[in-house]
């Protein structure tokens, strides 16, 4: 980093901060990345980015490797329609991974690959919020990731939530329960370990959370 | 094609129907595909497919020669987030492509990649249906692609329809403005050349749909 640019200039600090309209008390983490990219390609300088999930470590050599042997072997792939049903080899690594990592047993054509957690998070509320017609509502285990909301406003869902830090434990259940009793909750939506707080629900938490998901027939969606 | 396997067994052919609890006088187009790609996995015998939009021409070489050479050089790539406005790089080439292409000048920030036209017009609907409280139907220039009214049902919005058969020319444009002068259009969607039939609109059919979609303010959304 070139030192010789800090302090940044003020007068070109406001003039950024006022072009894109941001109030650094009220940021969000997408208004300030924003913001930061601004900073970074007008001073050339680079950013370390503890606001957003960039963890700064190279991927794997082996995904990348293996991209460029099937593009480089394959000359008719990138002119194919993938299988409507999945890519076969992708969709039974899924199943290998998801029993060696969490050691539960699931067939390969219900793996289903998404691009990330914000796209399973969306599919999985819209379908949860179709079954019953009066289970409209998803309810959130807060704090979390407020696209997630808005994805529940876009689907035409409702929300309801349950702050983690007044409600930890057996208080968590019974108003868990309490909520999951009327008959309107679709979905319980939870990150954990927790975005944004690294907040970590334990393992006798998410027992009681499974019991009563499946006592209420709703279905659980978490974003880890 | 090994003619040897030809005719192919009746009975192996009858149990993978049944398997498929496929109804060939009434048969989707995917449901066809996947019958088919059973067969072929079963004979070990490739397939042309006349049913589905494989032309059978490799992609240029440009593209995945690029992709390579962009996972050999940027090692952290795979492991980064895109920015949230897009890749600049994707969105400059794709305003150049539209002023090539149909001499129109757009403004990068405005050139939206999406994963094909089923993606596009899905956006397009969800945004184009949340203009107007009042106007909460796609009308669709049918024939059409069925999975775009499955898209509108999913957003929530309701369908309304013109059959291009019965209507071409000034007729179409009277039936158009019949409808849009309702206030409940939100979007008028078709596909040119069409999909399924091929069908074309010409270029004063396009030119009377644009002038009333300017006129009553309602967004276009072509697949083409």
Redesign the interface.
Known sequence: MNKSKFPLNKAVLNDIIKDHEADLNNIGI?EL??LV?HLADHYKVDFLHFE????????D?I??QE??RV??ED??L????P???GIPRLKKATACFVKAFLNIDVEPENCIPTVGAMHGGFIAQ?IAGRRFKTADTILYLDPGFPVNKLQTK?L?LKCDSIDLYNHRGAQLAKKLEKKLSTGKISAVLWSSPNNPTWLCLKDEELKLIGLLLTKYDVIGIEDS
């Open positions: 997408r990345k924003r990219d957003f999930g960039v963890p700064g470590v190279p991927a050599k995904g990348p991209e460029i593009l480089t000359k008719n990138p002119s194919t329609y299988p409507f049903d819209a876009f035409g």
